[in-house]
Structures are given as C-alpha cells and as structure tokens.
C-alpha cells in the first residue's frame, strides 16, 4: 500500500487534469456501452420489424431496425398455421425445460456442495471424472446415448430429453466454485453446533450460493428450452414437438418457406423467454448482489 | 492435478481437518458419496457409459446398422493421413481462441460498465439489451444473421456501403466466413460471460473497495488492485467455459456457413458430425472425437496448473 | 405419457377444424369436398365404432410438410378401418439430410413400415437393406401393378427400381425450370422466353434485366442454388455434361464440358454481376419482392409463390447449349421397410398413400409434380400452377434422371465444398475441378469395391 499513498499525493497536486481524464474516461466508457448493447440489440430489433413486413418486403434496403408496417398478418399465419400449434409446442418446451431446471440445481448443489465442503475418499478422483465428462464432446456420445435410450424404450418420448439432462457436470463445477468462496468458517460453525451435513447443506450453505443457483437455473433453462439438436433426434410425433423444431418446420419444404413467417416464429418462441427474463433479470442480478459473502 | 484440484481449499482448512476422528471421517465420507450420488448415477448412464462404448468405437468399423466390424487400428492410422483434419484444427484454434479472447475480455468489460452508478432504468436496459441475444436458439438467430450477412443486397453490406466501406464477402471469402462464424459466437455468447463476470464483480465485498478507497485508491487503482485480483475465480471459471464450450461450438457453423466455402470455416465438431451421421463412419467418428477429447483435456489441466498462479481464492 | 397423448386429442380436432377452414378459403370446389370427409372422422373419435378385430399399426414417414396428409388421415379411418394409420415427418432442407435421419431412426429401433424417399436416397436405403422390393406385392395385386403401368410414366417408375425391383411405388416428382417475372420481361421490353432459348439469347436477356450498383435497388437477373446435384445437373444436363459418368460408377468432371457449363456460371457472378453469391441469398424471398428476375427450381417453389398471392412469373425450360436433355428429373416414392411389422397393411397403405386424393392434396398446397398422370390431366393441376404448366409433364420426354449413385449423400457435399471456391472467385474452374476429381474418384472408388 505503500505505492498507493505516493501516488495520493502526486493524484491530489493535479486535480483538473485528472478530473478532465476521468471525464474522457466516463465518455470513453459510455460510449462503449451503448455501441455494444446497440450491436447487440440491433439484429433483433431487425427481425422485429420484418417479422411485421409483407413478406415480399424482407430483404428490403435500405433496412429498418424499428417497426414501419404493422403487419400482424404473419403472427396470425403462424399462430393459425394447421402444422404448427404454439400452444402445445410452448407446453411442450415448458415442461420438458422447469423439470430439467429443477433437477440440476438440486442433483448439481448436491454434488458441489460435497466436492467443496465434505472430504471423503476417492472426492477429488470423482470430481475429475466430473470435470472430463464436462469436456467430452457430444458427437462422442451421441450415438451411444442414442443406443441407450433406445435399450431403455424411451425413443420418442420426452423422457429422452429429460434423463440424460437431469444433472450437469457444467451446473457441479459452477457450484463448486461458489461453494468455494464462502468462508471456510461458517462450515466448521455450523458443525460445532451440531447441524447435521444435510442441514448445513441446505440451511447454511445452499441460501448463500443464490448467484450461482440463479445463474445455472436461467442457462439450464435456456439449454434446455433451445436445444435443437435433441428434439431432432428423439422426437417423431407432431404432438411431441418442442419449439425449435416448429421453426424449422415454417422453413417448409425443400427450405421453401416465408421468411418473415420464420421470423415471426423465432419472434414467439423467445417471447416467453423474454418475459421470464424481465422479471428474472432482477431477482438474479440482485439476488447477486445480496450474496451471502457480505455477512 | 490432484493437487491442483483441491488447490481451492485454504490451508487453515486442511491443518484443521488433519486431527479428526476416525468416526466423524467416515460419517463424512458417508455424507459425501449420498450427496454426489444422484448426479454421480444420471451421469454414469448417459455420459460414462456411452464414453466407454465410444472407446471400443475406436477400433470398430460400424455404420450403425450392419453389425460392427474390429478393425484394429485402422481409424486412427486413417487420422495421420487425414488432410482435412489438419485444416480444421487450425480453424478450431483460430475459432476457439478468437472467440474466447473476445467474449471475455468483453464480457468483462461491460459487467465492469455496467457494474457502475447509474440510473436503474438505464442498468436495466443496457443489461436486457446485452442479454438479449443469449435468451434465443443459436440456429435460428444464425438464420437471422446468414439474412444480414449476404454479400449482395445484405443488410450489412448495405449500411457498410453508406460509410464508403466496399461489399465484404461475410460467408462466401475464405478469409472472412471463419470470421464471420467467431463474430456471430461472440455476439450470441457475450450477455453470458457479461452476466458471469457481473455475478462475480457483485460479489466482490465493497467493504474492500472502502478500505482501498480510505487508502487513497484511485480508479485505476481500485480496478488494478481490488477488482482484478478478487475477480479472477470467474475469470477462471469463465474462461475454462468457454475454451470448452469453443472447442465443441457446432450450430454456428453448421447454419450461418455450413462449414464453406470450400473448408474454410468447418470445425472440429461439425467434421466430426458429418463422418459419422453422414457418412455413417461411427468409427472414426469417435477417433476423431478421441483427439478433440484429448486436446481439450490438456486445455483444461493447462488451465488448472497455471490457475495456482493467476487466480486468488479469498 | 401415454396420458399426455391422450389429453393431446383435442388438439388435434382443433388443428383438423383449422386446416378445413384454411383449404375452405385456398380452394374452390374440391377444397370443399374435403370438408364432408373430415366429419365421419370427427364422430369416430368420440365413438369408436366398435371394430372387431385389433387395428394394425402402421407408422409412415415423409420428408414433406405433415399437413400434406391431414386430408389423407381423415380418410384412413374409414378407407382402411383396420389400420391405426400414423404419419411422422422429417422436418429437413434436402434428401440427403432426410436419408440419414431415416437410417438414423432405424437404427433406432424407431417402428417406421412405410418409408418416402427420393431416387436421391434410394440406393443408400436399398444397401442398407432397410426397403423390401415391392414386386411379389404388385404381382398379387393386378389394379395396382395395372395402375403404375398405365399410370405413370416410364420414367418415373423405373427410375425407382433398383437391380430390376421396384423399391418404391411413385408419388411425385420434380424437373428443374426456369422461373421469370413477367412483370419485369414486360416492363424492360423483353420477350418471354422460347423453348429453344440458348444460353446466349439468356445473357442477352440477363443483360437487359439487370440492374446492379450496390445501390439499395439492386436487381438480381438471376440465381441458382450453386450446389447440390439437383440445382447443378439443371445446368449441366443442357450442355450434355455431369459430374458423374453415365452409369454413375465414375468422376466425370474432367469433361471439358463440365468446365465449360461451370465457366459459364461463374462468369454471371463474377465477370457480368448478374448472379448474386449464392451464401445466405434468399431467392424466393427476392423474386417475390423484384429484386430477382430468374431463378432455376422444381414446382415445389410454386407452393411459396400460390401462399403469398405472388403470380406476375412465368416458367420456360432451362436455356441450352448442347445435346439431347433439357433438364434433370428425380422422383419420390412410397416404400415398405424391411422392419415392417405387417407387410400387407403396409402395402394397403403404401397404395393409399400414392393415390389420386392424396396427389391431389399434394397439388394443392403447392408440392410436387404428381407421379399419376391422370391426376395432372386435371383442372386442378392447371389451376394450381403457372401458366405454361404443361412444360412438367412436357419436360419428361427430354429430361435425364440425376445422378443417385449409393454414395450420393456423400458426394454431393464434396461437389458442393468445391463449387464454392469457384464462385468467391477463389479458385479458377481449372484448379477447383482438378481437386474435385481427386476427392469424387476417390468416393467413386469406394463404393466399387
């Protein structure tokens, strides 16, 4: 700290000079942050507007990144549209993606929770498996697990999407490095007072690591309500589709479909995410910054 | 590694434990193994087993139909004198490293801009904004992003043009469809790691930020001295993620560029993919999987024994 | 979850009352005649009409829209009362992405007994032994054999045979022509096209139709796929040339006239600007709003043309250059897999489902050309089409089958990943059809063995 009180005195003798780099800095900054959301943002904004053009005018330039025309036309086709029941796909998605969600916070706290805080043999020969199955790619297994599903009969059924998912070694390692923050006090605390190891688990230990659990329920949801590929695999009846597969039946046949109707498609398949996110953006980010390290 | 692995436990905690019982030890020992069971079993059914049968794939000849085939070690002699394996390896390198290096420091970045005073509103809706783009399906935003891509009357183009910038071959040039693809990774992906990175800056207890700030810090200071070091288990974390999840990323390429022109934009996974459920290779399929798997094991342990030196655990 | 399949009917009723409605609007009079059909089903759903002997499952699988056979199911449980019929499809861009996914299935120990595919994956399926020949089931069943005989031509049936068995009964097919806005012809002065145009008189059209600056209203004259056997052979069928030889056995890109048909093509990308990149370009989407004048595709493309109420275009035969073909053709069909659990049902369905109704169906959401000849006589073939849609069924007499050879799911992504360094202008015609050949004679060598 040395440093840091010379460097006070040599700060403090040029105050307008700094005050007028900390200015370009704050602008520097802002400008950043505001190019960065406009990227990010812009692409959706786009497939907004065109989702409500005349399908005609898709690929009109110059290009509009607001709303000019109101067509809810295409909504309308795809909602009323005879191969595709939003209603039932959303359902689908749903139950396939709160069941997954569920599961791995408690199957991956568990796990966590022992890996960081519990010692017991084999505990760091078991984790490494855990950390290599993590980084094993899933062509690998594909097949395998295909096999597998199949000897188990759950072919075609929601189950194949819902057992191979139900923990993550991603979700372990997430909330072992939590765990791994909190103070090693409050485990031996809690020990002397007798709590049993599941009792500190969830009463000491789990509400402390809400960050994490917060941030691994939205990716697993997220996973599970995007994933594309498993659905493709596993699921031939109609009435099993989850809503990625709807998209890319509005592709139509031979890729033959509208445009601005798969648009509008994509456009409903991430609606309900996005209202899930505008309440749970601030639950997460503030249940962030209640964590349990401050105490 | 095993060293390296418990590295995360402080050594108070380590002396303390050393003077146990023998009875507390097995209790614990008990408890350990019932709570990593059910993850433990989901995991041994659907990702151990498969990898072992993966294994004997190895040396099997096998287009899932007819029955396989001992071929001894003919997939992976086929490897050394696989041309295009060499090609798409170096644009999984470019890939992997290109877009772990900018969805980092990026994310970083703005969990650190955003991570500031500001009006609720707008923190509110420059996150939205960032984040929104994780929220959707990664191949059918790559459809959305192959409409502003094209080269001729693409969007992009189009607003390039109104600069003076001449018409980019996004998809179509060699040199840019590879770009193309780490642009459209980083652009997805960025909310992530900026939510990751947020979640650890949150976390980082403003008790030290006072104290610092008591000593004189400045702002530079207060990020070089406080921030830095006490972020960097996310970092670790997040970067361990995402070299990873680089390392098997399929969709991106698979729809933005199909993995053209030429080869110039395929990756490792989407190779591996076509061998196997195109060509119906199994074998090699799994071979080639074999060396994807063995690189990114070195990766992560290369993580794990240089972590000793850049991460700080409290 | 069989719970949830049961609580999933009166979804489907919906979707049925849907699709009644929808076809109510799209068509005329035999739209409507679809709406009586559909109401015995509606009643046999709540009040089982007590069959007396157990229903046989059947489960077929097509690569086209589901909706295509709505009509068709609602049929089933009054034409083939004992029959629980089932229709799974695939939902994926091109044949040999639908090929894998059926041997991927199978493998699966997924029940599929009725099996559509395409003469593009029909010696895949065939050397896999997952489709049984049809042949001992027309020999015992004298209408249908009688029906394929008469019914379809020769083309078209024969091209779904395979060592001299008929794998598949034919349910449609496709040749690739030239679509062109008549809007736009009228507009600049150009004439529409004639039957014998050559592939001078279209640069002669390209050039007056063209309008391209990098402005926001430029003018595409016109695009092609730039992959795929199917889009390619349009071309190179009408300068007498291939990619492979004519028995399918070898790497025919040697053929100076395979670099003269690519040069060609090049050049409208590179040299005149009339072609956009193919990468990302959407032609439907840019024909319907202008932006295009012409484009090479298979009557499948008119679906999307009849469901955004877009009709100012026309349709003519490919411009030539040299030998005796016009254009390429390939043909889908209906097909018993090995794993079937009861073959007879299955042939019932396999008849059922090539039959006229179900082509009509087909007709009228804008699909393929259909195999049944009687049913392209039709007025409702007429009316659901371009003007000059007699040129499909003309085109058969000088079109050539694309080439299938067993290994065609892997050979057409090697053509693809080569034509594409042609048309960034990365490689000239030479270099890129040099390196083909080696990668093409090496697949071609494999599969002799």
């Keep these: 700290m040395a440093t840091v009180s010379e460097r006070r005195i040599t700060t403090q003798r040029s105050r307008p000079g700094r005050a007028l780099a900390g200015f370009a800095g704050e602008a520097v900054i802002w400008a950043f942050l505001i190019i960065m959301a406009l990227i990010e943002f812009a692409p959706i904004s786009w497939m907004f507007s065109t989702s409500l053009r005349d399908p005609s005018r898709s690929f009109d330039l110059p290009p509009d990144f607001w709303p000019t025309a109101f067509n809810i036309g295409n909504y309308w086709t795809v909602i009323t549209s005879p191969d595709i029941d939003f209603l039932l796909f959303f359902w689908n998605s749903l139950k396939i993606a709160l069941i997954v969600t569920v599961a791995q916070l408690i199957t991956c706290s568990m796990a966590a929770f022992a890996f960081a805080r519990l010692r017991f043999r084999g505990r760091d020969a078991f984790f490494f498996v855990f950390l290599a199955s993590m980084m094993v790619p899933w062509t690998v297994i594909m097949v395998p697990t295909f096999i597998v599903i199949r000897n188990l009969g759950l072919s075609n059924t929601h189950w194949a999407l819902i057992l191979p998912a139900l923990t993550s070694a991603f979700g372990v390692f997430l909330l072992r490095q939590q765990f791994l923050t909190l103070p090693a006090e409050l485990m031996d605390a809690a020990k002397i007072d007798g709590a049993s190891y599941f009792r500190i688990y969830w009463q000491v230990m789990l509400p402390l690591v809400g960050p994490g659990l917060s941030a691994l329920g939205i990716f697993t949801f997220l996973g599970s309500w995007n994933n594309f590929l498993g659905p493709l695999l596993y699921l031939r009846d109609w009435d099993k589709f989850t809503f990625p597969i709807a998209i890319i039946q509005l592709e139509g046949y031979m890729g033959m479909g509208n445009r601005a109707h798969v648009l509008a498609g994509i456009m409903i398949s991430i609606f309900p995410v996005l209202l899930f996110f505008l309440f749970a953006q601030r639950f997460v980010i503030q249940g962030i910054a209640m964590t349990g390290l401050k105490g | ?314 | 979850m069989s719970a949830e399949l049961h609580s999933d009917r009166g979804r489907l009723l919906s979707r049925r009352d849907m699709l009644r409605l929808s076809a109510l609007t799209m068509a005329g009079a035999v739209a409507a005649a679809c709406a009586p059909a559909a109401a015995p089903a509606t009643s046999g759903e709540g009040g089982e009409a007590a069959p007396s002997q157990e229903k046989v499952s059947i489960v077929a699988t097509t690569s086209m829209p589901i909706n295509t056979w709505d009509n068709a199911l609602e049929r089933a449980t009054e034409q083939l009362p004992n029959i629980d019929l089932k229709v799974t499809a695939t939902p994926v861009p091109n044949w040999s992405a639908y090929s894998d996914s059926i041997v991927t299935q199978i493998a699966g120990g997924e029940q599929l007994d009725v099996i559509m595919i395409a003469i593009e994956g029909l010696r895949l399926l065939t050397n896999k032994n997952i489709l049984v020949p049809l042949d001992p089931f027309l020999e015992a069943d004298p209408e249908a054999q009688q029906l394929l005989m008469d019914d379809v031509h020769v083309t078209l049936r024969e091209m779904l045979q395979v060592d001299g068995k008929q794998m598949e009964y034919p349910f449609s097919w496709n040749n690739m022509i030239l679509y062109y806005n008549t809007a736009i012809f009228e507009e600049e002065g150009v004439d529409p096209p004639a039957e014998d145009w050559t592939w001078d008189d279209f640069l002669a059209v390209c050039e007056k139709v063209s309008r391209v600056s990098g402005a926001a209203d430029d003018r595409y004259a016109y695009s092609f796929w730039g992959a795929n056997l199917f889009g390619m052979h349009a071309w190179f069928f009408n300068n007498d040339t291939s990619l492979l030889t004519d028995d399918w056995v070898d790497s025919n890109v040697l053929d100076p006239k395979f670099s003269e048909t690519l040069q060609f093509l090049a050049d409208l990308i590179l040299v005149h600007k009339f072609s956009p990149n193919p990468a990302g370009w959407d032609e439907t989407a840019q024909l319907h709003a202008g932006n295009l004048v012409m484009r090479t595709c298979g009557r499948w493309c008119f679906g999307a043309s009849l469901a955004e109420g877009f009709e100012t275009y026309d349709i003519q035969y490919q411009p030539y250059q040299s030998g005796p073909y016009r254009t390429d053709v390939g043909t889908d069909g209906w097909g018993i897999s090995s794993s079937a659990a009861d073959d007879q049902a299955a042939w019932e369905v396999v008849k059922f489902l090539s039959n006229q109704d179900a082509a009509i169906d087909m007709v009228q959401l804008g699909g393929n050309v259909p195999a049944l000849r009687s049913v392209s006589e039709m007025p409702v073939f007429a009316e659901y089409g371009p003007a000059n849609t007699a040129l499909f069924y003309k085109s058969l007499d000088y079109a050539k089958t694309v080439p299938s050879p067993t290994n065609f799911n892997i050979i057409e992504p090697v053509m693809n990943r080569h034509l594409e360094t042609i048309w960034n202008g990365e490689k000239t015609v030479d270099e890129a059809v040099q390196a083909m050949h080696v990668e093409l004679q090496a697949e071609m060598d494999k599969i002799k063995a």
């Design chain 2, 1 to 314: 590694m095993q060293t390296s692995v418990s590295s995360g436990m402080t050594q108070t905690q380590s002396t303390k434990r050393r003077g146990r019982s023998a009875g507390l030890q097995s209790r614990e020992a008990l408890a350990g193994y019932a709570f990593i069971l059910p993850a433990l079993l989901t995991l041994t059914i659907f990702l151990i087993l498969p990898i072992l049968a993966s294994a004997v794939l190895i040396f099997m000849e096998y287009d899932i139909l007819s029955p396989a085939k001992w071929v001894g070690l003919a997939n992976l002699k086929r490897l050394v004198s696989d041309n295009r394996m060499l090609l798409i390896y170096r644009n999984t390198l470019v890939f992997v490293v290109g877009a772990t290096f900018l969805n980092n420091i990026g994310g970083l970045m703005l969990a650190m801009g955003v991570n500031r005073a500001m009006p609720g509103v707008l923190r509110y809706l420059l996150r939205t904004a960032i984040f929104f783009p994780v929220l959707t399906t990664t191949a059918s935003l790559a459809l959305v992003w192959q409409f502003l891509l094209t080269q001729d009357r693409g969007v992009i183009n189009y607003l390039l043009s109104q600069i003076g910038v001449d018409p980019v071959p996004w998809l179509s040039s060699s040199t840019w469809a590879l770009r193309s693809v780490i642009l459209y990774d980083v652009w997805k992906s960025l909310g992530f790691l900026m939510v990751l990175y947020l979640a650890g800056l949150q976390g980082i207890p403003e008790s030290l930020y006072e104290a610092a700030r008591i000593d004189g810090a400045n702002r530079w200071q207060l990020t070089r001295y406080v921030t830095l070091p006490l972020i960097t288990p996310t970092a670790f974390f997040a970067i361990v993620i995402s070299l990873i999840g680089a390392g098997q990323v399929f969709d991106n390429a698979f729809v933005l560029t199909g993995g053209g022109p030429g080869d110039a934009s395929r990756l490792i996974v989407l190779y591996i993919y076509e061998v196997g459920f195109k060509r119906f290779e199994m074998g090699y399929a799994a071979a080639l999987s074999l060396t994807l798997f063995a690189i990114l094991i070195a990766l992560t342990m290369l993580q794990f024994v240089m972590a000793r030196r850049w991460v700080h655990y409290e």
